[in-house]
């Protein structure tokens, strides 16, 4: 029962800092939900219909295929409404073509479930079959043949992977409209019968032809602005990642050459190791959930911590801590930014609480010496160094003192003069032999 109420404490305590750093940053101001944004998700319902395929691309050039559908559907009930106010009689054969060839159009998405190009294929043929029709019965006059201008838009459709299907399109409607301009009339049945209506149809299929092209291109556009801005926050989502996992120099030259071997020697870094005393007891009895909450708010507060003082975090293991500094700076710099750091991580760990609600302490150990650092892994790479300073300042660490900083004299010589320092004396350490040590006290104030 105690060791519950003691867990419950440390959750809530934790609970408590994560919801403390959320309201310190700035809630970002409430964005205005455009109409336009609404209209354009009930047309991505409308125009996604029919369509089952999972993959993105085929999704995205089927509905531009029922797009188009959409329009050309829309354009013939246009015309048929309109030929039947002008002249029922005269013109009932374009009435009757316009009312089918709506229905034809409006069909095309139920081909999507038989390949991923059948309605594109079964709605490029209809178009050159309907057009084809109509300048027959209007002849030349009826300006029908202005149509077949869409034709570059059904590189939509096909997309760069598919060019041979779209280069039959464009054969095909080429073909079709020399034919049409070469062997049909200039004035077809229909408009002799209703000779008033020709010029009437040639200005209305020109304000149709710029009204499907603004439909279609601007549709196209938005799409591509938006596949543009998801692929931005994509790219931003994974920088993060790989600056969660390498420090940004080294993630830099794995975007510039992936897969090129990152390895480099650095003559004078400060390692820093730290273990929480006590932890792996104390984790037996914790249960799984709590165990990671404690862990996670923990490192999250150090890494915070290191970040502040601009010190590379390498890794975690289980409950160890290590990190460097010195990698880009002087061996002084790295020294001190370490040192800094091996105080508030002291501080913090000691504020922050153990496992069970009691104290929590931690053995820290510095040195500086040449490390050699370098990218290692294939699916789940890791930034890494090697090198007796990383082993040294392990053995610093795993030799020293709950609550206190043990340094090796390489490094103590770098921050004499500007920390409070003092010998321990020599100590045996196992692979190393005799090695002068010394404690880490504080930061002398200069003032």
């Known amino acids: 029962m105690a060791r519950s109420r003691r867990g419950q404490w440390v959750q809530n305590r934790a609970k408590h800092q994560v919801d403390t750093r959320a309201l310190a940053r700035p809630t970002p101001p409430r964005r205005r939900a455009r109409w336009w944004l609404h209209l354009l998700a009930f047309i991505d319902r409308i125009v996604s219909v029919g369509i089952v395929s999972h993959d ?23 015309h048929s409404v309109e030929q039947l106010a002008w002249d029922a009689v005269a013109l009932q054969p374009l009435v009757v073509h316009n009312f089918l060839f709506a229905l034809i159009y409006l069909a095309t998405p139920l081909l999507h479930r038989v ?59 080429f ?17 002799l019968a209703a000779p008033d209506y020709v010029e009437h149809l040639s200005a209305m299929i020109v304000v149709n032809v710029m009204i499907i092209n603004v439909w279609l291109f601007t549709y196209a556009l938005v799409k591509t602005h938006r596949a543009e801005r998801q692929l931005e926050a994509e790219v931003a989502r994974s920088d993060g990642l790989l600056l969660a996992i390498l420090p940004r120099p080294i993630a830099n030259r794995l975007k510039v050459a992936p897969g090129a071997i990152v390895a480099d020697r650095h ?12 932890f792996t007891t104390r984790a037996r ?21 290191a970040s502040e003082h601009k010190v590379e975090k390498i890794k975690t293991i289980g409950d160890a801590y290590m990190a460097v500094s010195g990698l880009r700076v002087s061996p002084e710099v790295g020294a001190e930014r370490v040192a800094r750091f091996a105080l508030a991580f002291r501080d913090f760990t000691d504020r922050y609480g153990g496992l069970d609600g009691g104290p929590l302490q931690v053995r820290i150990g510095l040195h500086t010496g040449p490390v050699v650092a370098g ?4 699916t789940r790479f890791a930034y890494d160094m090697w090198g007796d300073a990383v082993n040294t300042a392990s053995r610093m660490e795993s030799h020293g003192e709950p609550g206190l ?43």
């Open 285 to 305: 009895t914790a249960s799984p959930e709590h165990l990671v909450a404690w862990l996670d708010t923990l490192f999250k507060g150090l890494d915070a911590l």
């Open 56 to 78: 993105p691309d085929v999704r995205r050039r089927q509905r531009f295929v029922n797009t188009a559908a959409l329009v050309g559907g829309i354009a013939s009930l246009q």
């Open 115 to 173: 390949s991923e190009n059948a309605a594109a294929l079964y709605l490029c043929a209809a178009v050159t079959a309907g057009t084809a029709r109509v300048i027959w019965l209007t002849g030349i006059e009826g300006g029908a043949h202005v149509y077949f201008a869409f034709t570059a838009a059904a590189f939509l459709f096909f997309g760069v992977q598919h060019w041979r299907l779209f280069l039959a399109v464009v054969l095909l409607a």
């Open 405 to 447: 900083i043990q340094l090796s004299a390489a490094t103590a010589d770098l921050l004499t003069g500007r920390f409070a320092i003092r010998p321990r004396g020599v100590l045996p350490v196992k692979g190393l032999g005799e090695v002068e040590v010394f404690w880490l006290d504080a930061v002398i104030d200069v003032a």
């Open 175 to 191: 073909t079709t409209v020399v034919t049409a301009v070469t062997l049909a009339p200039h004035m077809g049945p229909v408009a």
């Open 267 to 278: 003559e004078a870094v400060t390692v820093f190791f730290a273990d929480l005393v006590g």
């Open 375 to 378: 990218v290692i892994g294939g």
